[in-house]
């Protein structure tokens, strides 16, 4: 039995379908996030499971209890939002401490709980100032210290990083990351920056208006992306997506008709071209992400030639943009980059690094 259960779980708000039949599990311990582009639900399916939102159909359950009709101080949750909210004129200390005054435990218990998690939090340090002397990042993990200290039963976050500075949130991903690995509670996390989710997730459900498109690792929803949304959605740059016909299969690779050339891919060893996808003329899209394509000396079977449009370094890498025809291949390499704008130069994918949709852009695998 999971700690959070969401079974066909629907939000409309009028003719919108907000959040639309999903189901996702959260077991104790494990940190899901929600990710997604804006509007996508990942916000109304939190306030959901917090109780802020009234659900229009289906069921939520938290430790095994249907928790639909209680209220949200009955579910036994604690959330962190976006815009943190301190008492000004109590130091970290009393902040972290407030949420206790309305349990029954002792002075001596409160104040190790709140040791405990200054720890955890790396808030030691600052037990004593109030929070108009704390830099950004920290009055941040007061926010996320005083929403676990009660031992509630599962954590839920809204953006809980957005709003600090990329050099903080670099910080703060680690932070949180090893607070939750040692809480071991159920947390569903609600994000549209997918480092984050990369970095943090035991598991990312991906969303796209009110559906989940794909709930997985994170190693898996970058390595197999369950269709051409996730595929798009997940990784910088951006995979190259790229309409093709099939011209022949056997068990190694394909030779497809992409971008107006004839090219030779090699397949991954879980794919093989079976039936009507391997048909003469099947309708494909390829996914190569830019880091999965290699420059090569010269034109051949296995390569794709195109034009260099644009040349962007990215530090220890360089962004190339090919243009063929209407298209826009992007291809990444590493520094000292063999071509310069306006030559023409011949990319090979990588063994492995192909990724095929079917005509209905879901992910071809055995
Ligand atoms: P963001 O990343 O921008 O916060 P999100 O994925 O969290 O987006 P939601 O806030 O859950 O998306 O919104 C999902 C859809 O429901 C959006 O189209 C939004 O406009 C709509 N919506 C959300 N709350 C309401 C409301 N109270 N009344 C009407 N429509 C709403």
Redesign the pocket.
């Known amino acids: 039995m999971a700690d959070i259960e969401l079974r066909n779980l629907s ?1 409309h ?2 003719s ?1 379908a ?2 639309d039949d999903i189901d996702l599990d959260v077991e104790a311990g494990e940190v899901v996030c ?1 990710l ?12 959901m499971i917090a109780g802020l ?1 009234d659900v229009t159909a289906g069921d939520i359950f938290i430790a095994g209890a249907r928790v639909n009709d209680l209220a949200p101080r009955e579910r036994d949750i604690a959330m962190v939002f976006q815009f943190y909210a301190l008492y000004p004129s109590l130091t970290v200390s009393e902040n972290l401490a407030f949420p206790l005054h309305a349990e029954r435990i002792t002075k001596e218990e409160i104040e190790r709980r709140v040791r405990e998690i200054a720890g955890l939090l790396d808030l030691s340090h600052a037990l004593g100032r109030v929070p108009g002397r704390l830099a950004e990042g920290e009055k941040q993990r007061v926010a996320v210290g005083r929403a676990v200290i009660r031992d509630p039963q599962c954590f839920l976050f809204d ?1 809980p990083l957005s709003r600090l500075d990329i050099a903080v949130r670099q910080e703060m991903r680690g932070q949180i990351k090893q607070l939750l690995n040692g809480l071991h509670k159920a947390t569903v996390i ?1 994000t ?1 920056d997918q480092i984050e989710a990369l970095t943090i997730a035991d598991r990312i459900a991906v ?1 796209r208006d ?1 559906i989940i498109e794909q709930v997985a690792s994170p190693h898996d929803i970058f390595a197999k992306p369950a269709n051409v949304f996730v595929a798009g959605f997940i990784g910088t740059p951006q995979m190259n997506l790229v309409e093709a016909n099939v011209i022949d299969a056997d068990e190694d690779t394909a030779t497809v008709n992409m971008l107006g050339q004839e090219v030779v891919l090699p397949l991954h060893a879980e794919v093989s071209l079976q039936g009507t996808v391997a048909r003469r003329n099947a309708p494909l899209t390829v996914g190569v992400r830019p880091r999965g394509l290699a420059p090569a000396s010269e034109a051949g079977p296995t390569t794709i030639s195109g034009q260099v449009d644009l040349i962007e370094p990215m530090g220890a890498e360089t962004l190339i943009h090919l243009r063929i025809g209407e298209n826009d291949l992007r291809v990444v390499t590493s520094r000292g980059h063999p071509a310069a704008v306006g030559e023409t130069m011949h990319v090979a994918p990588t063994p492995g690094q192909v990724h095929l949709f079917d005509h209905d852009g879901v992910r071809i695998a055995s």
């Open positions: 939000k708000f009028g919108l907000a959040v929600l997604g582009p804006s509007g996508c639900g990942k916000t109304t399916t939190l306030r939102e953006e609600v549209h969303m009110g």
